[in-house]
């Protein structure tokens, strides 16, 4: 069985929220792509240590982050947009998508509780799309393949 260095990577989903809090409460949120965006980074590290430094100290977990190619930033983003608009059409599937654009109160718990479902079905679809995605990026044998 492998062992990994839990220490480590609980210290950098820490620091992960810290600055992921902290941009998202400067400028009142209009930093949310930013905060994202680091987001996207750290969990990179996290793969890629998890990969090839899994009982690794926190640093080397983070000299991960110099093996980041441009086709990896291109991924994430693309990914993000898919992620964008399949949470578009969830919410426009379940019958609760006018509730963002009328005013209108729907007395009826049905519609929240699909939207909800649809939520939780979608990011957790996307969550793993993700992880994937970074494993596969972060793993150097299969790079040349993207």
């Known amino acids: 069985m492998r062992k990994y260095n839990y220490g480590s990577i609980l210290l950098i989903l820490i620091v992960n929220a810290i600055i992921a809090g902290i941009l998202q409460n400067i400028a009142d949120?209009?930093?949310?792509?930013?905060?994202?965006?680091?987001a996207f980074v750290f969990d990179y590290i996290i793969c890629r240590g998890l990969l090839y430094n899994r009982e690794g100290s926190f640093s080397d977990?983070?000299?991960?982050?110099k093996t980041m190619t441009g086709k990896v930033f291109l991924?994430?983003?693309l990914l993000g947009a898919i992620t964008i608009l399949l949470e578009t059409l969830a919410t426009l599937a379940s019958g609760a998508g006018?509730?963002?654009f009328t005013e209108y109160a729907v007395n009826?718990?049905?519609?929240?509780?699909?939207l909800i479902v649809l939520f939780a079905l979608v990011?957790?679809?996307t969550?793993?799309?993700?992880?994937?995605?970074?494993?596969?990026m972060a793993d150097e044998r299969y790079r040349d393949l993207t």
């Open 29 to 38: 949120g209009n930093l949310l792509f930013l905060s994202a965006f680091v």
């Open 61 to 65: 977990y983070f000299r991960g982050i």
């Open 75 to 77: 991924m994430n983003i």
């Open 98 to 100: 006018f509730l963002f």
């Open 108 to 114: 009826n718990p049905k519609v929240f509780i699909s």
């Open 123 to 125: 990011m957790v679809f």
């Open 127 to 136: 969550s793993l799309l993700f992880a994937y995605l970074n494993f596969f």
